[in-house]
């Protein structure tokens, strides 16, 4: 989803509503903040427990894949609600 698609649809809702997202094993959380916008790797995890993307900072880091590698695989600027 892109941020000008969030916006249009948010636009169209009560804005007293409260915003929650899923919890880590139910239930759910409410939001507490966005982050900044920082890059993404696309499709980087395989397995269905994870979410596919990953933070590029991570995969350099901790996978240690250039950033010609994680480039290939394809990249994008996003940012997180949590």
């Known amino acids: 989803m892109k941020v000008h698609e969030l916006i249009s649809f948010l636009y169209t809702l009560d804005p007293e509503l409260e915003v929650v997202v899923n919890g880590y094993e139910g239930g759910y959380s409410s939001v507490r903040g966005v982050s900044e916008p920082r890059e993404f790797v696309q499709d980087f995890h395989e397995p269905w427990y994870y979410g596919p993307h990953e933070d590029l900072t991570y995969v350099l880091d901790m996978e240690h894949l250039t950033k010609e590698e994680a480039e290939?695989?394809?990249?994008?600027?996003?940012?997180t609600i949590y």
Do not use: A
Request: without cysteine; hydrophobic residues 25%.
């Open 72 to 79: 290939r695989k394809g990249t994008f600027k996003g940012v």
